[in-house]
């Protein structure tokens, strides 16, 4: 019975009943769960303390209703698709080997700066604090808050002692950043199935941190995206809307003009995937414990073969430790308008 069991497993065949994607630990690097239509089913959120408040966090869990870590045990890449429910064989093509799982952090027009907690046990989101105080994006004329759906690629990271080739610089230390273009406000901790288009080399503070253009899977003019030159042809202007909020940002936090590789040039979606390719290698060793991580926690359920793989059990103490605080927790920063002189 057990050999039949692991081969229902290896064939992807479900045994009746079974969840959409199995609760067994996964291989380092291996990808499940169905395609485009499907994403958000296969995830769910829940919230611990109160938004707006230092201690708030949004824990993931898998269809099963376990605690994930989104940084580790979400799959980087999709790898099948589902028709009600039921997997399907797909030709590979391009547009299939160019869907990732791109976890919401920060939905459209929003301010809070929010990101996974990557030193934190299971790194829910959690909203960044500096010198004590909660930390939101300036609206800088004539944007509001963040202008694209933002977020990261899981199995991603950006190695700080690692110097990547074309920039000359090290990682940031962080997953990968994605900034999402479709028409859809997406929702804080959804995860959605994105088409990577081309990429932005920020440098920031001497560090690599790189910025993926990308679009869901399911927007209604996915179809017309197929590399960076498209976002020009139909969306003119974004792009530079996107270098200009990058540049720009952080001055009404008294610092200085952020700096580009490349002199601030989009690198077009073969480039992109390449990034992709060597950030996600770096998580591996991370993962592995093949390089020093320093303070990211690497605490995952489902990559069976990692050293700091624990069990559902250990994963729930672990959330349940986090308080269900009742504090009203503070509002959100009063909206301030910044108009940058030229």
């Known amino acids: 019975m057990r ?86 064989k797909r030709a590979r093509n391009d547009e299939y080997e160019n869907l990732f799982n791109m976890i919401v952090e920060v939905p459209r027009w929003t301010n809070a ?9 299971l790194n829910p989101i959690k909203q960044d604090v500096k010198n004590g105080k909660l930390r939101y994006v300036a609206n800088i004329f004539p944007h509001k808050g963040y202008i694209w759906n933002y977020g990261a690629l899981p199995q991603t990271w950006e190695d700080p002692h690692r110097k990547d080739e074309s920039t000359d610089c090290c990682g940031d230390n962080d997953p990968i950043d994605v900034c999402e273009i479709g028409s859809k406000v997406l929702s804080r901790g959804e995860v959605v199935h994105v088409k990577i288009l081309g990429i932005l080399a920020l440098i920031d503070q001497g560090e690599t941190d790189w910025k993926l253009i990308a679009i869901n899977m399911n927007d209604p003019e996915a179809s017309k995206f197929h590399d960076i030159d498209d976002v020009r042809k139909y969306k003119p202007g974004y792009l530079e809307a996107t ?35 060597s950030t996600h290698e770096c998580w591996k060793s991370l993962l592995m414990k093949k390089c020093d991580g320093g303070p990211i926690n690497c605490t995952n359920v489902q990559v069976c073969d990692s050293p700091f ?23 959100e920063e009063d909206q301030v308008w910044h108009f940058l002189g030229k």
């Open 113 to 121: 700066k929010m990101e996974i907690a990557t030193e934190e046990p």
């Open 243 to 277: 270098l200009n909020w990058f540049r720009f940002y952080k001055i009404p936090e008294g610092k200085p003009e952020n700096q580009f590789a490349f002199n601030g040039e989009f690198k077009n979606k073969a480039f992109a995937l390449e990034v992709i390719k």
């Open 309 to 331: 793989h624990c069990s559902q059990e250990e994963a729930r103490s672990l959330v349940e430790s986090v308080s269900l605080s009742l504090d009203k927790g503070s509002k």
């Open 3 to 88: 050999a039949l069991l692991q081969l229902l497993r290896t064939s992807g065949i479900r045994r009746a009943g079974a969840p959409a994607v199995a609760a067994a630990r996964l291989p380092l690097g291996a990808s499940a769960g169905p395609g485009p239509r499907r994403a958000m089913a296969l995830y769910r959120t829940e919230e611990r303390g109160q938004p707006h408040s230092p201690d708030y966090r949004l824990f993931f869990k898998n269809v099963a209703g376990h605690y994930i870590s989104p940084f580790h045990d979400i799959p980087l890449k999709v790898d099948s698709q589902e028709e009600n429910g039921i997997p399907t």
